[in-house]
Structures are given as structure tokens and as C-alpha cells.
């Protein structure tokens, strides 16, 4: 059955330096995955997907995310946080088409000024 | 283009009265979608529509949750009576049929008490 795991509950970084969230998954094939964002009192904006060709994906807010199959993951990188990236962060993956997603249980990320 | 419509935003109710929350997906959007979100956790889906039809229900607890979409575009969300685990954030998705990515609503908080 299709899964997805984000081992960090919490992380907190401080201001400008580089972010990495953890993700795996549980796939039967080659996935579809996904990065949503929440912001405090918001719904979830879409970062970035992968649904095939380069591995390493380009999304908004300067985010990017490596699909890499070794290793069942597809972390969330970001080269320089900024206050306003505090939010929860979960990474998704289809149950059967890539608009019927499970989530991951979510990574809160505080920003140390 | 506009996004996902839902209201209220917030609500509070005692337990075992009856709540209804709606949602208004995006324009030519035919597949909407129901998460349940509790807190500390990420969101979990209730029900899928296709146009007017239910596609999935598998997680929707039958004996308070109700859900329809007559007319196969806005929807409606109901629970009677509700329990305190009600408790969560509701979201609304929708997306175009055929598996594009899914766009969600801010979401209804609902506090039972």
C-alpha cells in the first residue's frame, strides 16, 4: 500500500541558513510525489511536484526537491530560509492519480531570527 | 482565477448538535475532494466526488458524516451529531479529472465542546 513518512516532527533553523526536510515513500511504481505547504490559519499551497524526467525538481519560494529511487525519498531543500518560510510542511503521495493524495503526518519548521 | 471557496472559516459547536460546512471548487473543476485534517496531523480524505458521483467513500464514517454534490459543482459537508474527536480543520480540493494536482480550500476549523 502507498505511503509516505516525514521522520521530523519539528525543525527549527536559523534565518539564511540551508533547510532540508526528510521524506519517504511506499510505492508499488514509480511515484508521483509532492510538497504542499501550510502556513498558520492557511490551506495548503502547492511547492512543487514530480511526476517523471529530472530528478531534481524546481518549485516556488525557492524551493527544490531530488526524487531519488535508491532511496525511496524526496527531500525538500531550500539553499536560504527566510522567517517567512515558518510553516508546516508535508509531503504526498497518490493513492491511485495525483490529485487523490496521502500525506505525510507533517514537518513544522520555525525559523530562529 | 478564483481558488477554493469555503465556509465559515470557523465554527464552534456542542457535542451532538449537527454542523454543515460548503465548498466551491475552482471552475471547470469536476473532481472535489473532502480531507480531514486533526491537529498535529496531516490531512486524511473523507470522500472524492466526480462531477455530481461519489467516487470514494471508504473513509467517511457513514453513520454522521454525510456529504453530496447535486449539481456536480459547489458541496456540502454535514455531521450529526458531531463528537468532541470531530474536532479538526475541514479542507476542500478540487482538480480537473483524469489526475491533475489538487488545489485546496483554507479550510473550516471546527471546534466541538
Given amino acids: 500500500a502507498q505511503s509516505v513518512t516525514q521522520p521530523d516532527i519539528h525543525i527549527t533553523v536559523s534565518e539564511g541558513a540551508?533547510?532540508?526536510l526528510r521524506c519517504n515513500y511506499s510505492y508499488g511504481a514509480t511515484p508521483y510525489l509532492f510538497w504542499y505547504v501550510q502556513s498558520p490559519g492557511q490551506g495548503l499551497q502547492?511547492?512543487?511536484?514530480?511526476?517523471?524526467?529530472?530528478?531534481?525538481v524546481q518549485g516556488i519560494k525557492g524551493f527544490e526537491a531530488e526524487f531519488k529511487r535508491s532511496q525511496s525519498s524526496f527531500n525538500l531543500r531550500k539553499p536560504s530560509v527566510h522567517w517567512s518560510d515558518?510553516?508546516?510542511?508535508?509531503?504526498a503521495v497518490p493513492y491511485s492519480s495525483a490529485s487523490k493524495i496521502i500525506f505525510g503526518s507533517g514537518t513544522r519548521l520555525s525559523i530562529r531570527p | 482565477e478564483a481558488g477554493v471557496a469555503q465556509s465559515p472559516r470557523y465554527k464552534i459547536i456542542e457535542k451532538r448538535q449537527s454542523v454543515a460546512f460548503w465548498c466551491n471548487p475552482i471552475s471547470g473543476h469536476a473532481t472535489l475532494y473532502w480531507y480531514q485534517q486533526i491537529?498535529?496531523?496531516g490531512p486524511k480524505l473523507l470522500i472524492q466526488f466526480q462531477n455530481n458521483g461519489?467516487?470514494?467513500?471508504?473513509?467517511?464514517?457513514k453513520d454522521r458524516f454525510s456529504a453530496e454534490r447535486l449539481k456536480g459543482v459547489d458541496s456540502t459537508l454535514?455531521?450529526?451529531?458531531?463528537?468532541?474527536?470531530?474536532?479538526?480543520?475541514?479542507l476542500c480540493a478540487s482538480?480537473?479529472?483524469?489526475?491533475?494536482?489538487?488545489?485546496?480550500?483554507?479550510?473550516?476549523?471546527?471546534?466541538?465542546?
Avoid: H, N
Wanted: one cysteine or more; a negative charge.
Fill in chain 1, 18 to 20: 540551508s533547510l532540508e
Fill in chain 1, 46 to 56: 502547492l511547492l512543487l511536484k514530480y511526476f517523471s524526467g529530472d530528478t531534481l
Fill in chain 1, 86 to 91: 515558518a510553516a508546516e510542511y508535508f509531503c
Fill in chain 2, 39 to 41: 491537529l498535529g496531523q
Fill in chain 2, 54 to 61: 461519489v467516487v470514494d467513500d471508504s473513509q467517511l464514517p
Fill in chain 2, 78 to 90: 454535514k455531521i450529526q451529531p458531531a463528537k468532541l474527536e470531530d474536532s479538526a480543520v475541514y
Fill in chain 2, 95 to 113: 482538480s480537473l479529472p483524469g489526475g491533475g494536482v489538487a488545489f485546496f480550500g483554507q479550510g473550516t476549523r471546527l471546534t466541538v465542546v
